[in-house]
T-cell receptor
Framework: KAGVTQTPRYLIKTRGQQVTLSCSPI?????VSWYQQTPGQGLQFLFE???????NKGNFPGRFSGRQFSNSRSEMNVSTLELGDSALYLC????????????FGSGTRLTVV | TQLLEQSPQFLSIQEGENLTVYCNSS?????LQWYRQEPGEGPVLLVT?????EVKKLKRLTFQFGDARKDSSLHITAAQTGDTGLYLC??????????????FGTGTLLAVQP
């Protein structure tokens, strides 16, 4: 079956701009989680969506937002980009039950210049 | 402070050597997962351990969950270059959300030299 698909793979943006990243989960998976990965901070949890509802949120500023559509596809948006937002953004899908393993996409590498 | 501390942070070994990486915490967990992330890819789930003292084997990889369910170890026998990657432990924790969220450790970066 198809894996988790993230688009685009690479993105270069300028400070102050906004960006939207997309994630298509495995068919049948209703939970999508987003993570930011940087060399200094590791994998940091951004938020989780389940059946179009945000049910968990990490400690990121309000410039980071997300949503989930009825087909479980998810998008995350970062507004007013800062240099420190440069990172690998990963999304993961799961069935949404506690303890389930996550299946990750290959990520979107965002560079802010 | 990090919920899950992994050690060592970096490890460079020769092919054929054995190694052990650790995942430690002061908290008790109902289960713990191990992932491996290769360069340019997302993490891939290797195993989930749920019982204190549990040992699981995946070919040359042996995973152990501590008796008190606060820590875990991953032992690789006769490492191969294909084992190169970032090894991450992860647990579900509740920080006030509707459900628990998956939190990752600091990671161990393993390089196996030919």
């Amino acid at each position: 079956k198809a894996g988790v698909t993230q688009t685009p793979r690479y993105l270069i943006k300028t400070r102050g701009q906004q960006v939207t990243l997309s994630c298509s989960p495995i068919s049948g998976h209703r939970s999508v989680s987003w993570y930011q990965q940087t060399p200094g901070q590791g994998l940091q949890f951004l938020f989780e969506y389940f059946s179009e509802t945000q049910r968990n949120k990490g400690n990121f500023p309000g410039r980071f937002s997300g949503r989930q559509f009825s087909n479980s596809r998810s998008e995350m948006n970062v507004s007013t980009l800062e240099l420190g937002d440069s990172a690998l953004y990963l999304c993961a899908s799961s069935l949404g039950r506690q303890g389930d393993g996550y299946t990750f996409g290959s990520g979107t590498r965002l560079t802010v210049v | 402070t990090q919920l899950l501390e992994q050690s060592p942070q970096f490890l460079s070994i020769q092919e054929g050597e054995n190694l052990t990486v650790y995942c430690n915490s002061s908290s008790v967990f109902s289960s713990l997962q191990w992932y491996r992330q290769e360069p340019g890819e997302g993490p891939v789930l290797l195993v989930t351990v749920v019982t204190g003292g549990e040992v699981k084997k995946l070919k040359r990889l042996t995973f152990q969950f501590g008796d008190a369910r606060k820590d875990s170890s991953l032992h690789i026998t006769a490492a191969q270059t294909g084992d190169t990657g970032l090894y991450l432990c992860a647990v579900f924790m509740n920080y006030g959300g509707a459900t628990n969220k998956l939190i990752f450790g600091t990671g161990t970066l393993l390089a196996v030299q030919p």
